[in-house]
């Protein structure tokens, strides 16, 4: 190429990036490799291949975990974990601050055995993955050192089994292990079958450190390994993959009392206004989509572009796409690396090839001849229920779609079982900040795409997931109340067969859409006093019950757009209320309960309604200090319609306690009262209907825990289900919450104290809201 020509074309020359550290690395370790078992390297035992893909070599000989390694492993994990949590915070922030500084001493190694493990370019794993890997310990490093005064009140979970993908391989071993050590748990990680290099220098770069042997534990293998660690005795499962496997996960671990965080997969939302600076927004989308081929759970994946700048817009797109470098990721020149492996190729070949809709532009890039390839791909002109627009690809293929009004363009973008990420891109702040609210996502990018960082929690809603990794919202899936458990005990209802305690019967009936409502089954059960007396006949709530509430609760949704201030007045006029008929109800709970503490119970649900009147305007956000010029406004949002099973123990008290957070962060309810006392729940309605609640923000509805908890966990229009009954139905609503893998927080077996301090707080809080957050960089 002439001199005159390389200035024409302004085209690089290639500035290959050596690989020899890296394959000496591997090399010097047989190029075959063990487990990570308790500070050492196992024996090799049946292996398999890792290859790169960019080339086909062969890169070393990996060993498939058996049930044994994995036994081992979380035996090792459980035994290190006391004496890991007794260094205190600022002991293990010591190790933390050492793997940091080690992560960098051994970046460029780091870098380059990524991308020849995963075929991603060089410029993207130097710059980009191992960076972040490195923030992630400094800034966890410093969660530690802090722990014992920020986080007084909680304590570690206990051993951790984390399930990673292969698209930023070290990148989310970061994400887990950081938080789970640095909070005083110890791990098991299972990095994917495909991508377990880096995962295992890490693992030499443990124990070069001197990190105490059992705090971080390596398996690899397949999916069936996965599947172990899953179910081995750990205390919290941390995924992140696919949704289908995710599914498989929370079906596994259902009922077994562990913690589960999924970050699962997406079909981020790309707005592009006709405001936007569109050579910035065509810039963004090569981050947004080429970025890592393509394999990023939160890759902007659907364009929606406004409808009078298509064409123009797509041109540009096209032109860019065509400027493309594809090739050899160890090139410093490539932008478009290779995909993880040809069975990834063929899962994209597949997709695209069955789609008939649309026009299909390829970049015209020159592409390699060999190794695991995937032309930059643009699907223009589809509509939104398109396949190709609904599902994930997982590759650089970018599909797109036209909108007229900004309401229109939210339509689309929510327009999906997804809700990871979206990007907004327009010159109007107000317009983007007025949009990013109303966006189903956990993450929002204005102007912007792929932004992220150790201080700024991450991950989805809908089927993309739940539990946030990074920041202070990622911490509490690492931690736990730090109280003592208290086991269930089942709580029977009264026997009786006494008259009735009034002449005039009194028909408890249901709540639904601000009316009382007879069951729709028309069935009705006796209430029994303690002294045998018939206290009256309470509704027998059905699946069509449920339904209509959920209904009733989607329609009250406009509670989430009140503000704090108003919400805070109506919860305090509900603690009035309640305190003028306070000695009818204390009244009631004896009679039923027996007990005769009713007063205490009915000051302490007074209180509490004033709890968390006062807290509707406080539990605030944060904005985080990310290192970009711009914000991450972390925003706490509600989680939307929530069915709660309330305690069975504390008839009044335990319903306002569910109630009192959820109403307070702006979510509408579906409320099970407690079984064997449900009429403190009937007669609560007489308190709601005095108040000033709007008509569907709490529902009401009495019967059997057991019978209609699957209904609600299954129900696709419900975001969360909780659970404080005293028959325990964790198992069941786990499981049953596949579905819409909808968040759920159930009591496994233990009670709290709903008298006392474990009855009320931000444990409460956090589980009524949801973090969004939303990055604004600014500056010209
Ligand atoms: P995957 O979800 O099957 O694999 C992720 C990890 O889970 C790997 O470590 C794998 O070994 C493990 N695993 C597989 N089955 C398991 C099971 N039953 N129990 C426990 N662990 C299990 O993802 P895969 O097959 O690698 O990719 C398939 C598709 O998943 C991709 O085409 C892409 O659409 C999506 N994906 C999404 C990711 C995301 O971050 N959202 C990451 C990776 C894949």
Redesign the pocket.
């Known amino acids: 190429m002439s001199v005159k020509e390389i200035f024409e074309t302004m085209s690089y020359g290639p500035a290959p990036e050596s690989a020899a550290e890296a394959l000496a690395w591997l090399v010097d370790n047989g190029s075959s490799f063990g487990h990570f078992i308790n500070g050492a390297f196992t024996e090799v035992g049946d292996t398999f291949e890792t290859r790169n893909p960019a080339t086909g070599e062969v890169l070393a000989e990996l060993t498939q975990a058996t049930q044994a390694d994995v036994d081992a492993a979380v035996d090792a994990a459980r035994a290190a974990q006391p004496k890991w949590e007794a260094l205190g915070g600022a002991g293990r922030a010591r190790y933390m601050y050492a793997l940091a500084r080690a992560l960098q001493k051994h970046g460029r190694l780091l870098a380059v055995l990524e991308t020849l493990d995963n075929g991603k370019p060089i410029r993207e794993s130097r710059d980009i993955d191992i960076p972040l890997v490195q923030r992630h310990f400094y800034h966890h490093a410093g969660h530690a050192q802090l722990m014992d005064k920020t986080m007084a009140d909680r304590a570690p979970v206990g051993v951790c089994g984390h399930?990673?993908?292969?698209?930023?391989p070290l990148l989310?071993l970061a994400w887990k292990v950081a938080p789970a050590i640095a909070m005083g748990n110890t791990v098991v990680l299972?990095?994917?079958?495909?991508t377990s290099l880096t995962a295992l220098c890490f693992a030499d770069i443990c124990r070069q450190i001197g990190l105490p042997a059992g705090v971080v534990n390596i398996v690899t293998?397949?999916?069936?390994?996965?599947?172990m660690?899953?179910n081995a005795d750990v205390d919290k499962v941390a995924?992140?993959?696919?949704?289908?496997?995710?599914r498989?996960?929370r079906e596994?671990t259902a009922g077994a009392g562990k913690g589960l965080t999924l970050?699962?997969?997406?079909k981020s939302a790309y707005i592009v206004f006709e405001d936007a600076d569109l050579d910035s927004a065509v810039e963004g989308l090569v981050d947004a989509i080429w970025f890592n081929q393509g394999?990023?759970?939160?890759a902007g994946s659907r364009l929606i572009v406004q409808e009078g700048i298509a064409d123009d817009f797509h041109a540009r797109l096209r032109a860019r796409m065509d400027r493309l470098r594809v090739g050899n990721p160890l090139d410093k020149c490539i932008d478009v690396g290779a995909i993880?492996d040809h069975?990834?190729v063929e899962?994209?070949t597949k997709l695209v090839g069955s789609n008939t809709s649309g026009d299909l532009y390829r970049s015209a890039a020159e592409m390699p001849t060999e190794g695991c390839y995937y032309p930059p791909t643009l699907i223009t002109g589809l509509s939104p229920a398109d396949t190709l627009m609904q599902e994930?690809?997982?590759?650089p293929v970018l599909v797109s779609t036209t909108f007229r009004l900004p309401s229109e363009a939210v339509q689309i973008a929510n327009n999906t079982r997804y809700g990871?990420a979206a990007s907004v891109w327009t010159e109007n702040i107000n317009r983007a900040l007025d949009l990013a609210p109303q966006l189903a996502a956990g993450v929002v990018w204005v102007n912007g795409t792929n932004l992220f960082d150790a201080a700024a929690g991450f991950g989805g809603v809908r089927e993309?997931g739940f539990g946030r990794e990074g920041g202070w919202e990622g911490l509490s899936a690492y931690t736990r109340p730090n109280r003592e458990p208290r086991e269930l005990a089942k709580v029977e209802p009264k026997e009786g067969d006494g008259l009735p305690v009034d002449a005039i019967d009194r028909t408890a009936k249901l709540y639904i859409g601000g009316k009382q409502a007879r069951p729709d089954g028309g069935y009705s059960q006796p209430v029994w006093q303690a002294d045998g007396a018939l206290a009256g006949l309470v509704s027998i709530a059905s699946r069509k019950d449920i339904r209509n509430a959920v209904e009733a609760a989607h329609g009250a949704k406009g509670w989430a757009k009140t503000t704090g201030h108003l919400r805070a007045q109506i919860l305090f006029y509900l603690g009035e209320n309640l305190s003028a008929r306070a000695y009818e109800f204390a009244e009631r709970i004896d009679a039923l309960t027996g007990r005769g503490d009713g007063t205490a119970e009915v000051k302490a649900a007074i209180n509490r309604l004033f709890t968390y009147a006062a807290w509707a305007d406080k539990y605030d956000g944060r904005v985080h200090g990310v290192p970009i010029k711009g914000v991450a406004m972390a925003m706490n949002e509600p989680v939307g319609v929530v069915g709660a099973i309330c305690p069975d123990e504390r008839p009044l008290l335990g319903l306002v306690s569910v109630m009192a957070p959820l109403m307070a962060m702006g979510n509408t309810s579906v409320l099970m009262a407690s079984e064997p006392y449900p009429l403190l729940a009937t007669d609560f309605i007489q308190v709601l209907e005095t108040s000033d609640v709007p008509a569907g923000v709490v529902n009401i509805l009495t019967g059997c825990h057991g019978d209609l908890a699957n209904t609600m966990a299954q129900h696709m229009d419900m975001d969360a289900v909780w659970s404080f009954s005293s028959s325990d139905l964790s198992g069941q609503i786990e499981a049953a919450s596949t579905t819409n893998l909808k968040r759920t927080w159930v009591n496994n077996a233990l009670s709290r104290d709903w008298m006392g301090e474990d009855g009320e707080g931000t444990e409460f809080l956090e589980s009524a809201t949801r973090v969004k957050n939303i990055w604004v960089p600014y500056g010209e």
Not at 163 to 168: G, L, M, Q
Not at 221 to 227: C, H, P, R
Not at 239 to 246: A, P, Q, R
């Open positions: 399930v990673i993908p292969w698209n930023f989310m299972k990095p994917a079958e495909y293998g397949d999916g069936a390994v996965g599947e660690v899953v995924f992140t993959g696919s949704t289908s496997v995710g498989k996960i596994a970050e699962l997969g997406g394999q990023v759970c939160c993880v069975v990834q899962t994209i994930e690809i997982f590759g990871l993309s």
